[in-house]
């Protein structure tokens, strides 16, 4: 019989409802807005946030092209090729790490048999074995990972190679886009570190049921790529450390997601099954629904979130601050809405002991662009 939880989790899916599973990508989403509650909600009961999105109408155009994907898998094997010469020389070159000698393990498949199942199997082997001593192997190529998630076990396949330096394992990230001048693009570098995260995790997860602790693999990310504007791969360290951490506590807070669920109403749902006479769903009834989950919204969440665009027209709506971004939200701190802040700035909105100061600032910038305003030229002047 199924928990409470887990129950109510189903009835806010839609019973009826095929659960959604994450992956490296869904997890590191995950890290990207830790507040969002609705969020939280509908990852843990495993809903079809595209379908949610599109249902209510605002579908959220999410995916890679094909050639991206293409470009990404011809790095990948060219990276990987002949026993990962490529990505030994990066190693050895450009990072400086002394490899004198290599043990190399595919794990793509295991005597032919590809089911996650047994591939999961035979990494923890490999590589628990390696963390006592007892193995030879350095490097590992496609390790099958597993991750519970609200209950459910997640595997994680990496797009990338395991190895193993000293004591401790690292995780490689192999992306095709570059690194010019020894800098990538800031969110690129980000979204793969946070994807990187996932994998961290769930590693740590495996060989933590052998007892060995977390210090056996590195939060530090190796990300190869390709330098400058040539396909010839270089390699660059990446301090994961943060994002790890918030990552574990999003974890966790799916895991303890009964005491959101308390907060919710009894008859909640996203179900988008047909009714009785075969009629869809209201798009209106589920906006509603919706509106009963407390969201946060940030502009970045349009970068790795299927709800991002219905998100963004509730904050709309209520006039939030959080359309405008993380710096101006922390700026005006204690101020929730831009009808607030313009009250504030009119002075027609009294300010309460902690926004005196603000309110102070608003009103100086309020006065400076209505001077400003007003010597400026109008259509037809010249000065």
Known sequence: MKAAPERR???LRGPATP?????????AALENNPRCALRAVLDASGADKSAIAAHAGYPAPFGQSSFAIARGNAFEAMVKANGCA???RVLRETLRLTLPEVGYQDLNDVGGDGRSETRHTR???LLTAAARGRGSDTLYDH???RLVVGGLPVFLEPDLVAFRIGDRFHIVEI??????DGQADPAQVRSATTQACAYIIALRAMLADDGIGPDAVSETIVLVAP???TNRPTGAFVD??????TLTRQLDRIERIGDLLELLPDDLTFDLADDAAGRPRPAQELADALDQVPATYFPDCLNHCEMAFYCRSRARDDRSLDVLGPAVREHLGGIDTATMALGLARGTLTPNDDQIEMAAALRHAARLRAELTASAPTAGETR
């Open 9 to 11: 989790l189903d009835a």
């Open 19 to 27: 659960r959604v599973n994450h992956n490296a990508r869904t997890l």
């Open 86 to 88: 490529e990505l030994l």
């Open 123 to 125: 990494t923890a082997q």
């Open 143 to 145: 390790p099958m990972l």
């Open 175 to 180: 992306k095709s886009f570059p690194i010019i």
């Open 227 to 229: 330098k400058d504007f």
């Open 240 to 245: 994961a450390r943060k994002q790890v951490a």
